[in-house]
C-alpha cells in the first residue's frame, strides 16, 4: 500500500454537494468567507483482555482511508490524528466529541436484510476512572484544568468509566460546550469566560485517547481498558470514535483570485482592440 495523496483535499466553496467532510484528506469548507472549517473523525479499537490491561492506556487514533476495495488499495490508514496549524494560520479548535460505538441492532439488521452479527463490544475498565479525549503532550494529555484559561474545555471531551464500564452507544460532546459566553452581568470574572474559548494551536497538534484517573490530569494514571472474554470469544471489539473540530484562517489572497477576471492581452504580442 501507499501513503501518497494522504492530504489532498480541498477547501470546498458554497454549493458544494457532500455528506461529510474527509477527515483522511483534511477536507475543508468556506462555511463563512475567509474561514476554513474541518471536521477530523478517528477511531481506536480495544480488543485485548483484563490481564493486558496495563499495556492499553493511551491510543493512537486511526483515521481509516477512503479506499475500501482491499485488492487495489492505493492509500494506507492514517495512523493518528492531527489538527493541521502554524504560526501564520493558526487551528482554532472549538469542538470535541467521543463514543463508544454501538452496532445496529440485529433486529434492524434482519429487517434491513442484513443478518451479520454484531462487531461491536462494551468497553471496561476501572470504576470511577475516566476516558479522555484532548491534545497530546509528548505522549502525555494536557488534561482539563480545573479553572482553565486556554480553551481546552473546548478541545476536549470525556466519558466516565462506571462500575460496568462503559457500555455501547455511550458519548460525550465538549466539555465546555460551544466556547460562547453565555452570562450577561455588570462585571466578569476569569470563569465566566472558561468555557468560552477556543483552544489555540500554532503547528500541527496531535489528539490522543488517555485513560486517566481523573480529567485533569496531565499523566496517563489510569488502571488500562479492555473487553470481556465473551466479547473477546465472539470477535467482538470495544471501538472508540472521537471527533474534533476547528477554524483556520483562510490562506492569503492571491493573484489565482482576480487573474480570470481582469482585462489583460490573450497572447504575447497581442491585444484586446
Same mark, same amino acid.
Request: hydrophobic residues 35%; contains cysteine; aromatic residues 8%.
Given at each position: 500500500?501507499?501513503?501518497?495523496?494522504?492530504?489532498?483535499?480541498?477547501?470546498?466553496?458554497?454549493?458544494?454537494?457532500?455528506?461529510?467532510?474527509?477527515?483522511?484528506?483534511?477536507?475543508?469548507?468556506?462555511?463563512?468567507?475567509?474561514?476554513?472549517?474541518?471536521?477530523?473523525?478517528?477511531?481506536?479499537?480495544?480488543?485485548?483482555?483484563?490481564?493486558?490491561?496495563?499495556?492499553?492506556?493511551?491510543?493512537?487514533?486511526?483515521?481509516?482511508?477512503?479506499?475500501?476495495?482491499?485488492? $487495489?488499495?492505493? @492509500?494506507?490508514?492514517?495512523?493518528?490524528?492531527?489538527?493541521?496549524?502554524?504560526?501564520? @494560520? =493558526?487551528?482554532?479548535?472549538?469542538?470535541?466529541?467521543?463514543?463508544?460505538?454501538? $452496532?445496529?441492532?440485529?433486529?434492524?439488521?434482519? #429487517?434491513?436484510?442484513?443478518?451479520?452479527?454484531?462487531?461491536?463490544? $462494551?468497553?471496561?475498565?476501572?470504576?470511577?476512572?475516566?476516558?479522555?479525549?484532548?491534545?497530546?503532550?509528548?505522549?502525555?494529555?494536557?488534561?482539563?484544568?480545573?479553572? =482553565?484559561?486556554?480553551?481546552?474545555? %473546548? +478541545?476536549?471531551?470525556?466519558?466516565?468509566?462506571?462500575?460496568?464500564?462503559?457500555?455501547?452507544?455511550?458519548?460525550?460532546?465538549?466539555?465546555?460546550?460551544?466556547?460562547?459566553? #453565555?452570562?450577561?452581568?455588570?462585571?466578569?470574572?476569569?470563569?465566566?469566560?472558561?468555557? +468560552?474559548?477556543?483552544?489555540?494551536?500554532?503547528?500541527?497538534?496531535?489528539?490522543?485517547? *488517555?485513560?486517566?484517573?481523573?480529567?485533569?490530569?496531565?499523566?496517563?494514571?489510569?488502571?488500562?481498558?479492555?473487553?470481556?472474554?465473551?466479547?473477546?470469544? %465472539?470477535?467482538?471489539?470495544?471501538?472508540?470514535?472521537? @471527533?474534533?473540530? *476547528?477554524? #483556520?484562517?483562510?490562506?492569503?489572497?492571491?493573484?489565482?483570485?482576480?487573474?480570470?477576471?481582469?482585462?489583460? +492581452?490573450?497572447?504575447?504580442?497581442?491585444?484586446?482592440?
Amino acid at each position: 500500500m501507499a501513503t501518497y495523496k494522504s492530504s489532498a483535499g480541498a477547501i470546498l466553496q458554497p454549493g458544494n454537494q457532500i455528506n461529510r467532510l474527509s477527515s483522511y484528506n483534511d477536507e475543508g469548507v468556506f462555511g463563512w468567507p475567509g474561514v476554513e472549517a474541518f471536521e477530523l473523525i478517528g477511531y481506536a479499537k480495544v480488543s485485548n483482555l483484563s490481564a493486558a490491561k496495563a499495556s492499553y492506556k493511551s491510543f493512537d487514533l486511526t483515521v481509516p482511508s477512503p479506499d475500501r476495495r482491499v485488492g $487495489d488499495r492505493v @492509500r494506507n490508514d492514517r495512523t493518528s490524528l492531527v489538527v493541521q496549524g502554524s504560526s501564520e @494560520r =493558526p487551528a482554532y479548535i472549538y469542538g470535541a466529541s467521543i463514543c463508544v460505538a454501538q $452496532d445496529v441492532p440485529s433486529a434492524a439488521q434482519d #429487517r434491513a436484510g442484513f443478518p451479520a452479527a454484531p462487531v461491536t463490544a $462494551d468497553l471496561l475498565g476501572t470504576n470511577t476512572e475516566a476516558l479522555l479525549f484532548g491534545p497530546d503532550n509528548g505522549g502525555a494529555p494536557l488534561g482539563i484544568p480545573t479553572a =482553565p484559561v486556554n480553551g481546552l474545555k %473546548a +478541545a476536549s471531551a470525556s466519558l466516565s468509566i462506571g462500575a460496568s464500564g462503559i457500555a455501547q452507544g455511550t458519548s460525550d460532546t465538549t466539555d465546555g460546550n460551544l466556547p460562547f459566553l #453565555r452570562i450577561i452581568g455588570s462585571s466578569y470574572t476569569q470563569s465566566n469566560f472558561a468555557d +468560552a474559548m477556543m483552544y489555540q494551536s500554532t503547528s500541527d497538534l496531535t489528539f490522543k485517547l *488517555y485513560n486517566v484517573n481523573a480529567t485533569a490530569n496531565t499523566t496517563v494514571t489510569g488502571d488500562g481498558l479492555y473487553i470481556s472474554q465473551d466479547d473477546s470469544d %465472539a470477535g467482538r471489539a470495544a471501538y472508540i470514535v472521537c @471527533r474534533v473540530n *476547528y477554524l #483556520r484562517p483562510a490562506a492569503a489572497v492571491s493573484w489565482n483570485d482576480v487573474q480570470g477576471f481582469i482585462d489583460f +492581452a490573450s497572447q504575447v504580442g497581442g491585444n484586446d482592440e
